[in-house]
């Protein structure tokens, strides 16, 4: 069984930045996409970012392109997202998936197996 652990998150100023890790662990998941989501209170969950299991392909919110990078070291099977110019509306929890098969919809919460317990992050004006 496949388990996702996520770090990284935390409290920070507007305009700064942040990098969450995603450790796999339990099985391997070099073949897999690996996804990063988020959920403010009272809304949804979003997606943020995607990356093949090659790292050659990714994938982003229209609206987080050019501040967030999502990145993957399958050596340490561990997804990494790099935020910057952080603002207050990027305040959520942020969660890891993977799914298996093709990157088709990768933005698509519920074709993704595994999940991580999530990790806060707080940015303030």
């Known amino acids: 069984q496949g388990q996702l652990v996520e770090s990284g998150g935390g409290l920070v100023q507007a305009g700064g930045s942040l990098r969450l890790s995603c450790a796999a662990s339990?099985?391997?998941?070099?073949?897999?996409?690996m996804g990063w989501f988020r959920q403010a209170p009272g809304k949804e969950r979003e997606f943020v970012a995607a990356i093949s299991w090659s790292g050659g392909t990714r994938y982003y919110a229209d609206s987080l392109k050019g501040r967030f990078t999502i990145s993957r070291d399958n050596t340490k099977n561990t997804s990494y997202l790099q935020m910057n110019s952080l603002k207050p509306e990027d305040t959520a929890i942020y969660y890891c998936?993977?799914?298996?098969?093709?990157?088709?919809?990768?933005?698509?919460?519920?074709?993704?197996?595994?999940w991580g317990q999530g990790t806060q992050v707080t940015v303030s004006s």
């Open positions: 339990g099985r391997t998941f070099s073949t897999y996409i």
């Open positions: 998936a993977t799914k298996s098969g093709s990157s088709y919809n990768a933005n698509n919460p519920q074709l993704y197996e595994y």
